[in-house]
């Protein structure tokens, strides 16, 4: 798939969602928390990986707080040079965030706990878009792909996205790699 592909349904898929009002955005990002929070998945999981939001992707931070109040490990993405993630335990979202590389929040460098990966069991991601057969297009920087080799096979890969951003099909390269669940304000999408 040429990269010139990838790019322009980026471009279109990111042109829709950042068209959603604020309160549509919060709305929406409303809806999809609570379907997380009742998958069964999420309910057996000790140790969840997900993301804090940036610009106008699914608000993510109360699904954070949330997961600490339950007495669940949260552990939280640091971007590091090489297109490599850093997955850190975080405990207090206060304390432990700060806006990093293109104003994204992310875990503190000092102090900084890392988690090891195979002791993640749950992995929430965002992207710029999905479609109906698993496919993730993310940002382009692949950060996500190559953390996913890092996780124990039998964990799952769990898509938070507004409905906008699914499309038929999106464009992938054999190395892209497919989510288990997909979570818009729709409903749930199992692959």
């Known amino acids: 798939m040429s990269l010139d592909e990838k790019k322009r349904v980026r471009n279109l898929v990111l042109a829709r969602r950042g068209a959603l009002t604020e309160r549509e955005r919060q709305e929406k990002s409303l809806h999809i928390e609570k379907q997380v929070l009742t998958l069964p998945e999420y309910e057996k999981a000790q140790t969840v990986m997900l993301f804090l939001n940036f610009r106008d992707e699914v608000e993510t931070t109360a699904l954070a707080e949330e997961t600490l109040t339950r007495g669940k490990q949260l552990v939280l993405p640091r971007c590091a040079p090489q297109g490599i993630l850093i997955p850190a335990l975080i405990r207090d979202l ?52 190559r953390f996913f080799g890092r996780l124990r096979p039998e964990v799952l890969r769990v898509a938070i996205a507004f409905a906008t951003q699914v499309l038929p099909e999106v464009p992938v390269d054999p190395h892209d790699q497919k989510m288990s669940i997909l979570v818009t304000e729709e409903g749930v999408h199992r692959y």
Do not use: S
């Open 94 to 145: 206060d304390q432990d965030i700060k806006p990093g590389t293109w104003g994204i929040r992310e875990p503190r460098l000092q102090g900084l706990r890392e988690a090891d990966p195979w002791a993640i069991d749950l992995v929430i991601v965002p992207g710029a878009a999905f479609d109906g057969q698993g496919n993730r297009l993310g940002y382009g920087g692949g950060y996500y792909d």
